[in-house]
Protein backbone atom coordinates (compact mmCIF):
# COMPACT_ATOMS: atom_id res chain seq x y z
CA UNK A 1 0.00 0.00 0.00
CA UNK A 2 1.25 3.28 -0.93
CA UNK A 3 -0.53 6.90 0.08
CA UNK A 4 0.34 10.34 0.25
CA UNK A 5 -2.46 12.16 2.16
CA UNK A 6 -3.48 15.29 3.94
CA UNK A 7 -4.90 13.42 6.49
CA UNK A 8 -2.99 12.38 9.93
CA UNK A 9 -1.30 8.54 9.92
CA UNK A 10 -3.02 5.86 11.58
CA UNK A 11 -0.05 3.75 13.15
CA UNK A 12 -2.57 1.21 14.47
CA UNK A 13 -4.39 0.91 11.28
CA UNK A 14 -0.48 0.67 9.55
CA UNK A 15 -0.01 -2.51 11.80
CA UNK A 16 -2.94 -3.84 11.28
CA UNK A 17 -2.54 -3.79 7.44
CA UNK A 18 0.67 -5.33 7.98
CA UNK A 19 -0.07 -8.18 10.02
CA UNK A 20 0.67 -11.80 8.39
CA UNK A 21 0.96 -15.00 9.99
CA UNK A 22 4.03 -15.70 7.61
CA UNK A 23 5.68 -12.46 9.16
CA UNK A 24 7.81 -12.82 11.96
CA UNK A 25 9.10 -9.42 12.08
CA UNK A 26 7.38 -6.30 11.03
CA UNK A 27 9.67 -3.28 11.58
CA UNK A 28 8.62 0.70 11.00
CA UNK A 29 9.67 4.19 10.44
CA UNK A 30 8.12 7.25 11.93
CA UNK A 31 9.20 10.72 10.36
CA UNK A 32 8.10 12.88 13.33
CA UNK A 33 8.16 16.80 12.84
CA UNK A 34 10.85 17.95 15.46
CA UNK A 35 10.46 20.91 16.80
CA UNK A 36 14.58 22.73 15.55
CA UNK A 37 16.86 21.87 12.63
CA UNK A 38 20.27 23.13 13.31
CA UNK A 39 19.82 24.29 16.66
CA UNK A 40 16.92 26.87 14.96
CA UNK A 41 13.23 26.78 16.25
CA UNK A 42 10.66 25.06 13.70
CA UNK A 43 7.64 26.18 13.92
CA UNK A 44 6.38 23.63 11.61
CA UNK A 45 6.80 21.75 8.18
CA UNK A 46 5.26 22.13 4.94
CA UNK A 47 5.22 19.11 2.24
CA UNK A 48 4.25 19.91 -1.31
CA UNK A 49 4.39 16.66 -3.95
CA UNK A 50 4.23 16.41 -7.79
CA UNK A 51 1.67 13.55 -6.21
CA UNK A 52 1.47 11.26 -9.11
CA UNK A 53 4.99 11.09 -9.80
CA UNK A 54 5.68 10.52 -6.15
CA UNK A 55 3.58 7.51 -6.21
CA UNK A 56 4.90 6.00 -9.10
CA UNK A 57 8.51 6.33 -7.90
CA UNK A 58 7.37 5.00 -4.37
CA UNK A 59 6.05 1.95 -5.98
CA UNK A 60 9.45 1.64 -8.14
CA UNK A 61 11.10 1.55 -4.41
CA UNK A 62 9.05 -0.76 -3.26
CA UNK A 63 8.82 -3.16 -6.19
CA UNK A 64 13.10 -3.13 -6.10
CA UNK A 65 12.91 -3.49 -2.02
CA UNK A 66 10.85 -6.95 -2.86
CA UNK A 67 13.06 -8.10 -5.52
CA UNK A 68 15.91 -7.70 -2.77
CA UNK A 69 14.25 -8.92 0.21
CA UNK A 70 11.81 -11.19 1.16
CA UNK A 71 8.89 -8.77 1.64
CA UNK A 72 5.37 -9.84 2.66
CA UNK A 73 3.75 -6.67 3.11
CA UNK A 74 4.90 -3.50 2.99
CA UNK A 75 3.12 0.11 3.44
CA UNK A 76 4.67 3.46 2.54
CA UNK A 77 2.62 7.00 3.71
CA UNK A 78 4.12 10.62 3.16
CA UNK A 79 1.51 13.45 4.40
CA UNK A 80 1.21 16.51 2.77
CA UNK A 81 0.18 19.78 3.79
CA UNK A 82 1.02 21.99 7.23
CA UNK A 83 2.44 19.08 10.08
CA UNK A 84 2.97 20.61 13.63
CA UNK A 85 5.40 19.36 16.09
CA UNK A 86 5.00 15.91 16.71
CA UNK A 87 3.12 14.99 13.47
CA UNK A 88 3.85 11.70 11.90
CA UNK A 89 5.29 12.77 8.31
CA UNK A 90 6.15 9.46 6.96
CA UNK A 91 5.39 5.87 7.58
CA UNK A 92 7.65 3.55 6.23
CA UNK A 93 6.41 -0.44 7.28
CA UNK A 94 7.77 -4.04 6.13
CA UNK A 95 6.57 -7.24 6.99
CA UNK A 96 9.09 -10.51 6.42
CA UNK A 97 9.68 -13.81 7.55
CA UNK A 98 12.59 -12.10 9.96
CA UNK A 99 14.56 -9.32 11.44
CA UNK A 100 17.36 -8.31 9.71
CA UNK A 101 15.45 -8.16 5.89
CA UNK A 102 12.56 -6.05 8.04
CA UNK A 103 15.27 -3.86 9.20
CA UNK A 104 17.06 -3.66 5.86
CA UNK A 105 14.11 -3.33 3.99
CA UNK A 106 12.73 -0.19 5.82
CA UNK A 107 15.56 1.21 5.87
CA UNK A 108 16.32 1.06 1.89
CA UNK A 109 12.95 2.41 1.78
CA UNK A 110 13.24 5.42 3.53
CA UNK A 111 16.58 6.51 2.55
CA UNK A 112 15.71 6.09 -1.24
CA UNK A 113 12.82 7.63 -0.71
CA UNK A 114 14.41 10.70 0.43
CA UNK A 115 16.44 10.98 -2.90
CA UNK A 116 14.49 10.31 -5.49
CA UNK A 117 10.73 11.01 -4.48
CA UNK A 118 9.16 14.25 -5.77
CA UNK A 119 7.98 15.56 -2.55
CA UNK A 120 9.38 18.97 -0.96
CA UNK A 121 9.82 19.76 2.73
CA UNK A 122 9.69 23.99 3.78
CA UNK A 123 10.82 24.44 7.52
CA UNK A 124 9.12 27.71 8.78
CA UNK A 125 10.46 29.27 11.71
CA UNK A 126 9.71 31.85 13.55
CA UNK A 127 11.73 34.14 11.77
CA UNK A 128 11.59 32.91 8.61
CA UNK A 129 11.41 30.00 6.29
CA UNK A 130 13.72 27.48 3.89
CA UNK A 131 12.78 24.97 1.34
CA UNK A 132 15.10 21.77 2.13
CA UNK A 133 17.45 20.26 -0.54
CA UNK A 134 14.57 20.77 -3.66
CA UNK A 135 12.23 23.75 -4.55
CA UNK A 136 9.11 22.74 -6.05
Known amino acids: MIALTSEPIDVAAALTFLQSEQ ?12 DNTQERPVDRLEYEAYDRMAISEMQKIADDAQQQWPILRYIIIHRKGTLQIGEIAVLIGVATPHRAAAFEACRYII ?26
Open 23 to 34: AGAIDFFLGVVR
Open 111 to 136: DTIKQTVPIWKKEVFTDGESWVNAHP
